[in-house]
């Protein structure tokens, strides 16, 4: 009886908090239905350039579905995937095919290879030099000696500065909370945008520790490999974080605890995962692609891909740093405003 009542006691207090309910029931059954979108079938179709081929093998490509076709020169190929025109290359050389890819992208990758890998199917017999072996792959920003770490390390980088200072964020603004010190700061003579700013710039600081320690540790530790400046790798991780500082601040109001602040965890942070450009976003069907959008991690990681892989510069990534200070100042005044219910000045 005694262990009956007890799990009685547990079922009503956790049927009693809609959050924890909501946690158990529907958002499992949400990232489920995510990754189910993210990694269907998808209508993207790869754009190809192509130059010297064989005249059978580019008619088959032309003929199937799996690619857009464009044959021109080798120099104008590689120009057009160094600028986006094009997702990859195929040229014949030396008697081998050789496939160029701007940097490593598992999906448009994929998709390239099978439509290559269909329309070689029926000309094998034919004795077409260089269709008798697989084609050499190779990248223009990453190449195939570098690991999945060094290609897929923006992403790593971006997803985890931004988890951690959530966090830390959020509990600590919860704790502030519930500890009656916000209410005690609040009655001293001090305006809501000065309190809002104080706690930013004071998490602030501990989230540019982490940020760039976390850049600093990856290279010089683990040799992550950098094209471009480690400043702006530092700087664009120095704005996740405060981002992740304001976000979790606003999260905290709708949390009476610390474990509450872990409940946002698959709401705020796990979607933002896969639009990171983990998943070609050209690749998500239904054009759920445009979400990321609305993400800040997706533009962390975009501007730490362009730094770290492609080598690009301040004036590049400007409108990737335009928009994570635009989330800063989004939601540090949607925190500005949440103090009311604490006091009206």
Not at 262 to 270: A, D, G, K, L, S
Request: proline share 4%; aromatic share 8%; glycine share 8%.
């Amino acid at each position: 009886m005694a262990t009956f009542a007890i799990m009685v006691r547990v079922i009503r207090q956790i049927t009693g908090d809609k959050r924890t309910v909501g946690l158990i029931l529907v958002v499992p059954l949400l990232m489920l239905t995510l990754i189910w979108l993210l990694l269907g079938k998808t209508g993207y179709v790869p754009t190809l350039a192509a130059s010297d081929l064989p005249a059978k093998l580019a008619a088959a490509l032309e003929d199937g579905d799996g690619v857009r076709l464009t044959e021109t020169d080798a120099a104008a190929a590689r120009a057009g995937v160094e600028d986006g025109t094009y997702d990859a290359s195929l040229r014949l050389e030396d008697g081998k095919l050789r496939l160029l890819f701007a940097a490593s992208d598992p999906g448009k990758d994929a998709l390239v290879m099978k439509a290559l890998q269909t329309a070689m199917r029926d000309l094998v017999p034919t004795g077409i030099p260089g269709l008798l072996s697989a084609p050499e792959a190779e990248y223009l920003y990453a190449g195939s000696s570098d690991s999945s770490f060094d290609s897929l390390g923006y992403v790593l980088l971006g997803v985890l500065a931004f988890f951690f200072v959530f966090i830390l964020a959020g509990i600590a603004f919860v704790r502030e909370r519930t500890g009656a010190t916000l209410e005690r700061l609040l009655a001293s003579p001090v305006r809501r945008i000065q309190v809002v700013l104080g706690y930013t710039a004071g998490f602030g600081v501990f989230a540019t520790v982490q940020c760039t320690l976390m850049v600093v540790f990856a290279v010089a530790v683990l040799g992550m490999h950098i094209a471009g400046s480690l400043a702006l790798t530092v700087l664009v991780m120095v704005l996740i974080g405060l981002t992740a500082t304001a976000i979790g601040a606003f999260a905290s109001i709708f949390a009476e605890n610390e474990f509450q602040i872990m409940q946002f965890i698959p709401v705020v942070v796990v979607p933002q995962f896969f639009f990171t450009g983990l998943i070609s976003l050209d690749t998500i069907p239904l054009g759920l692609g445009v979400l990321s959008r609305v993400m800040p991690v997706y533009y962390a990681c975009d501007a730490l891909r362009l730094v770290l892989v492609q080598g690009a510069g301040f004036r590049t990534i400007l409108p990737q740093l335009g928009m994570l200070v635009g989330f800063i100042v989004l939601f540090s005044a949607a925190n500005v405003l949440a103090l009311k219910k604490h006091r009206r000045l």
